[in-house]
Every structure is written in structure tokens, then in C-alpha cells.
């Protein structure tokens, strides 16, 4: 297996447009996971999918955000219109919640947004 | 709510010297806890689990469950350790929360 893969791995954009981020998690795995990642606040969780549900957006920052995970392969982010404030990493994680205590998050290389 | 606090944004230490990154949490049920570490280019990845109560690299973290501490500690410290370090708290429900980040830097 390939790892989780992000697409696109850097994203120019003006500010008003829409982005959407992929993510295709490592195969056989059960709950996926969006962080955001930025200097002033470290890693945040923004949205958490368990057998393709989500089950906990509380991080999601507003309602221009918004994620989607249609099978156990996909999962997307967007945001519309997207802001400067926007500008961070964004990485996709998966893990299979298995047995207590054994549970390993694999992270994506991670999708570089910039808003200008 | 669960919680990760990292005290520290930055810590800098000379090579040899003891590291420790401070980890607090908060969570009402019995957490499972996780170092990640960041180096420079690179995916983050788990170091290591309290559960596993193994060394990894030589960095050992105890759970203090009466304090809510899971510290991450090496005797010392190589320039290659040089990374960024998440402390990690997952629930009963597999919800992965991490905290801010430690940057720790080795100076030769």
C-alpha cells in the first residue's frame, strides 16, 4: 500500500474561490481523520469519518468548510469561498479502530493551501 | 471534552543534554496516548504509545494518570531528534486529538 495520498500536494489560490482536498486512506482502514496544521495552532482536528460517517465536524472552522466521504476510498474537503485566513496544511490521516489500544493514525504528505 | 496541552512552542537544547516535552490532558474516560514526531520533510508519524511502554530512538513517556501527564523524556539528546513533536490523546470512540506541538531543537 501506498500510504494515504493527498492531492494536491501545494494549492495557489485567489481569495473567493473554492478548493476541494483529497484524500484517498490507506485500504481496509475504518475512520479517517482532517487536520489543519499552522504555526500559531499546531495540529487541529477539523472533521473525524468512522465507516464513512461523520462523527464529530465540531472542529470545522464555519460553514465554508466542508467535507464529504462518499465510500471507504474518498473523502474530499472544501472550502467556499476560501480567505487568506485559510492558508495552512492540511493533512488527511486514516487508522483502523480495532482493538483498544492499538491504534496507529498513517498521515498523508499533506496539501500546502495557499490564499492570496 | 477531551484536551492535549503542550506548554512549550519552542525548546532548545544542546546535544547531550536531557530532553523532556511536557504533555498534559484532559479526558473523563481512560485515554490511550501518543507521541508523533515531525522531522523536516517528512510525514508525521507515531513515535511511540503508552500502552506499548517501549523506547523508541531512546525516548521513553510514562503516563501519570494522577497528574494527567504523558511527558516525553531522553537522557540525551542527538541533533537528529531535531523535530517538531505532537503529544496525542485518543478516546474510547477512536477520535485522534493532538496537541499544538513542540519544536524541539538540537544545537550542536
Known amino acids: 500500500d501506498a500510504g494515504v495520498i493527498q492531492s494536491p500536494r501545494h494549492e495557489v489560490t485567489e481569495m473567493g474561490q473554492e478548493v476541494t482536498l483529497r484524500c484517498k486512506p490507506i485500504?481496509?482502514?475504518?475512520?479517517l481523520f482532517w487536520y489543519r496544521q499552522t504555526m500559531m495552532r499546531g495540529l487541529e482536528l477539523l472533521i473525524y469519518?468512522?465507516?464513512?460517517?461523520?462523527?464529530?465536524d465540531s472542529g470545522m472552522p464555519e460553514d465554508r468548510f466542508s467535507a464529504k466521504m462518499p465510500n471507504a476510498s474518498f473523502s474530499t474537503l472544501k472550502i467556499q469561498p476560501s480567505e487568506p485566513r485559510d492558508s495552512a496544511v492540511y493533512f488527511c490521516?486514516?487508522?483502523?479502530?480495532?482493538?483498544?489500544?492499538?491504534?496507529?493514525?498513517?498521515f498523508g504528505q499533506g496539501t500546502r493551501l495557499t490564499v492570496v | 471534552a477531551q484536551r492535549v496541552t503542550q506548554p512549550e512552542k519552542l525548546l532548545s537544547v544542546f546535544k547531550g543534554a536531557p530532553v523532556e516535552l511536557k504533555c498534559n490532558y484532559s479526558y473523563s474516560g481512560s485515554p490511550e496516548l501518543f507521541w508523533y514526531v515531525q522531522y523536516s520533510r517528512q510525514r508525521l508519524q507515531l513515535l511511540l504509545r503508552?500502552?506499548s511502554r517501549e523506547s523508541i530512538k531512546g525516548f521513553t513517556a510514562d503516563l501519570n494518570k494522577g497528574e494527567t501527564s504523558f511527558h516525553l523524556k531522553k537522557p540525551f539528546a542527538q541533533e537528529e531528534d531535531s523535530a517538531m513533536y505532537y503529544c496525542a490523546l485518543n478516546n474510547a470512540g477512536n477520535m485522534l486529538t493532538f496537541g499544538g506541538g513542540t519544536r524541539l531543537m538540537v544545537k550542536p
Open positions: 485500504s481496509g482502514h475504518n475512520s
Open positions: 490521516a486514516s487508522s483502523f479502530g480495532g482493538r483498544f489500544g492499538n491504534t496507529e493514525a498513517f
Open positions: 503508552h500502552i
Open positions: 469519518f468512522n465507516n464513512n460517517v461523520p462523527i464529530d
